[in-house]
């Protein structure tokens, strides 16, 4: 599964929601495979799961790599700016979205609520991803994901337990929207399956009434 993490802008945590998803893939589904690559050219055969960071501008190339992900998780700030450029600009390029609103603002303006009335974007497509201290400063440190699977086994405190809830809640979308392909695959085989059969059927009824 090619899952591409993107921000519309610049310092809307991109990078950091991608490593501390794949720290609590990683400590909630020890027996799953996944890997990060800098882009879709990267070798990931290997992997169950295919995590690219996409960062945030909107080359050409990036706009192939978002159409061709069988997920896109785009990376918001609480801003109306941002999330109304996206809606009016880029809503359209991928095929399943997932939404990471940042909650790194003191004056919060955008909430789930506020996507679902006034864009109607649902519910259970926006996380909000609380801001961390301690998961910034490991971030700093290059330990972003040891810490994230060491606080999703055995949280700290209140505050580490409410932000790795988020990103379990990211992981168990990204769950779902792995058995839905998997299910639209199978419905797609069985359909094939019927039409090739159909003409087989038809084609020695033809050569029976000759």
């Known amino acids: 599964m090619n899952i591409v993490f993107w ?21 909630i589904c020890p027996h799953r495979t996944s890997g990060i690559g800098r882009g879709a050219e990267t070798a990931m ?17 990036k706009r192939r790599m978002l159409r061709r992900a069988d ?6 700030r609480e801003e109306t700016s ?11 390029l991928a095929r399943r979205t997932l939404i990471l609103l940042g909650s790194y603002c003191g004056d919060v303006k955008v909430s789930k609520a506020y996507l679902e009335r ?13 801001y961390n201290n301690e998961f910034h400063h490991a971030m700093l440190k290059n330990r972003g994901r040891t810490f994230v699977e060491h606080e999703a086994v055995a949280p700290a405190n209140q505050k580490n337990e409410r932000f790795v809830e988020a990103f379990k809640e990211t992981v168990h ?38």
């Open 45 to 61: 055969d290997k992997y169950e799961f295919h995590f690219y960071d996409g960062g945030s501008a909107l080359t050409e190339r």
């Open 118 to 130: 006034v864009y109607r974007i649902p519910k259970e497509q926006v996380i909000v991803i609380p």
């Open 82 to 92: 941002c999330l109304e450029r996206y809606v009016c600009m880029d809503w359209h």
């Open 71 to 76: 997920l896109v998780v785009v990376n918001l």
């Open 7 to 27: 921000g519309e802008a610049r310092q809307c945590g991109t990078t950091a929601n991608l490593i501390a998803t794949v720290g609590v893939l990683s400590a």
């Open 173 to 210: 979308f990204i769950l779902r929207t792995e058995r839905q392909i998997a299910a639209e695959k199978e419905r797609k085989a069985y359909l094939v399956k019927e039409v090739q059969t159909t003409v087989r059927r038809q084609r020695r009824k033809e050569l029976w009434n000759r």
